[in-house]
């Protein structure tokens, strides 16, 4: 059976941003927030979400932040 857990997605950094960015329930700027990740963080790349966001983890939470505020230093 497989085990997601132990997949290991490529380490991004949050860039670019004054203090922090918005993680997203959906890849649009419109979409609900579920949290804000600090400038300097690192989060789990999951894949190109489309319209200019990346679909990550951060914290345990599964979500979408735009791709300009988002690389692998």
Same mark, same amino acid.
Request: proline share 5%; hydrophobic share 30%.
């Given at each position: 059976?497989?085990?997601?857990?132990?997949?290991?997605?490529?380490?991004?950094?949050?860039?670019?941003?004054?203090?922090? $960015?918005? !993680?997203?329930?959906?890849? %649009?700027?419109? @979409? +609900?927030?579920?949290?804000? $990740?600090? !400038?300097?963080?690192?989060? %789990?790349?999951? @894949? +190109?979400?489309?319209?200019?966001?990346?679909?990550?983890?951060?914290?345990?939470?599964?979500?979408?932040?735009?791709?300009d505020y988002l690389d692998?230093?």
């Amino acid at each position: 059976s497989s085990q997601p857990s132990t997949i290991m997605y490529p380490t991004y950094y949050v860039v670019n941003c004054k203090q922090s $960015i918005t !993680l997203r329930t959906s890849p %649009s700027t419109s @979409a +609900s927030e579920i949290c804000q $990740i600090p !400038l300097g963080s690192t989060v %789990s790349f999951v @894949a +190109s979400a489309g319209n200019g966001f990346y679909e990550i983890y951060y914290m345990g939470n599964h979500g979408y932040a735009l791709a300009d505020y988002l690389d692998f230093q």
